[in-house]
């Protein structure tokens, strides 16, 4: 494969769901009457100005015009696409060298990139960087995209599958657990250890062992593949009906709030209208244009 042709690769699996998605934030963002978190009205050509920008991967910057919402946000319209900004960095920075770099030197970026991970999270008590440009969050999430990006590829240089029956399902059984987990109280740095240690400890193991499952069938297979195929498309599209949902709480400052009473249906509405609008883009939108950019 030559490095155009991977690049093409990456933008027809990635590209398609991030202009989705920032289509449905601009969309629903008008809906919710076009408004900052501080209550401040945003001009309908700024909206248009920001969806433009998440479409073509640009971010804003706090404060800047295509910063519609206000909280400092690189995607406004559609916050999770900070993610896939710095997926796109590191799709660059493999075709160039990282698949260059031999496993001694692999080594020794992810254990860097480690290190950094663990000063960011024991200095600020969480992993919560990448998504803003305020204080240092472009380095934070370019060392929280190194990381894991690096230590796959070691990953996939170095382990062997096990063959353990059924490790896929204790594995999931275990995230679930991680998922549950409360952060921890006291100095700031003791939740951050904790947090480090299942990035770079806990979930490589989970997934080295759960690619080790050698027990599933047929039907098995069918599910985490279909499960696996709508994951992306409920990412990309998911974000910007809980702004909907936090408008309606009052989670976004705007002085109303709502007892539980009133929230638990609205979130429960919110959640299955994200899966069947990412099940939707899924199968009428990202796969059809996928396999038709492929074939030209």
Not at 31 to 48: A, F, I, N, P, R
Not at 97 to 113: D, H, I
Not at 178 to 204: D, K, M, Q, R, Y
Not at 219 to 242: A, E, I, N, Q, W
């Amino acid at each position: 494969m030559t490095t155009g042709g991977f690049f093409k690769r990456r933008l027809i699996r990635l590209h398609p769901m991030v202009v989705m998605g920032a289509l449905i934030g601009a969309i629903t963002f008008l809906v919710q009457g076009s408004v900052k978190w501080d209550g401040t009205h945003v001009g309908t050509g700024l909206v248009m100005l920001s969806m433009l920008f998440a479409m073509f991967m640009i971010p804003s910057v706090p404060g800047g015009a295509s910063e519609v919402r206000g909280n400092g946000e690189m995607f406004p319209l559609n916050g999770p696409s900070w993610s896939l900004f710095f997926e796109y960095i590191g799709n660059i920075l493999y075709a160039i060298l990282l698949r260059r770099l031999p496993k001694w030197a692999l080594a020794v970026l992810c254990a860097v990139s480690g290190c950094l991970l663990i000063g960011i999270a024991t200095h600020d008590g969480f992993l919560g960087v990448g998504w803003s440009f305020i204080d240092h969050g472009f380095w934070g999430g370019l060392v929280r995209m190194l990381f894991p990006y690096t230590a796959g590829m070691l990953m996939a240089r170095v382990f062997k599958p096990l063959k353990i029956k059924g490790s896929f399902l204790l594995c999931g059984l275990a995230l679930l657990a991680v998922a549950c987990t409360p952060a921890l109280g006291g100095a700031a740095w003791h939740n951050g250890l904790l947090e480090s240690f299942f990035i770079i400890f806990l979930f490589p193991c989970l997934v080295w062992l759960a690619a080790s499952d050698s027990s599933y069938g047929e039907r098995t297979k069918g599910v985490c593949t279909f499960l696996g195929d709508l994951s992306y498309p409920l990412y990309m599209v998911h974000y910007p009906l809980f702004y909907l949902y936090y408008n309606y709480i009052g989670f976004d400052g705007n002085g109303v709030s709502k007892s539980f009473a009133e929230a638990w249906p609205a979130a429960l509405l919110t959640v299955t209208a994200s899966l069947l609008l990412a099940w939707f883009c899924m199968k009428f939108y990202d796969i059809p244009l996928r396999r038709r950019l492929s074939r030209e």
